[in-house]
């Protein structure tokens, strides 16, 4: 049980890095959010979660 919670914890990460790294944050904020979610595995992604770097909604055309 704890592999499968460890394999989910990974993938959440690993989205969540992908995702800092493809926001609009400043290169110094991109480093951070992954360094905390890196350091704080499960902490880091579900603070990215609630405070992390929205993405900004499309111009309506």
Excluded at 15 to 38: C, P
Aim: aromatic fraction near 10%.
């Amino acid at each position: 049980m704890e592999f499968i919670f460890g394999i989910l914890v990974l993938i959440a990460d690993i989205w969540a890095i992908v995702n800092v790294i493809g926001s609009g944050a400043s290169t110094g904020g991109k480093v951070l959010w992954v360094l905390l979610i890196l350091l704080l595995p499960l902490i880091g992604f579900l603070i990215w979660l609630v405070a992390g770097p929205r993405r900004t909604a499309a111009p309506a055309v």
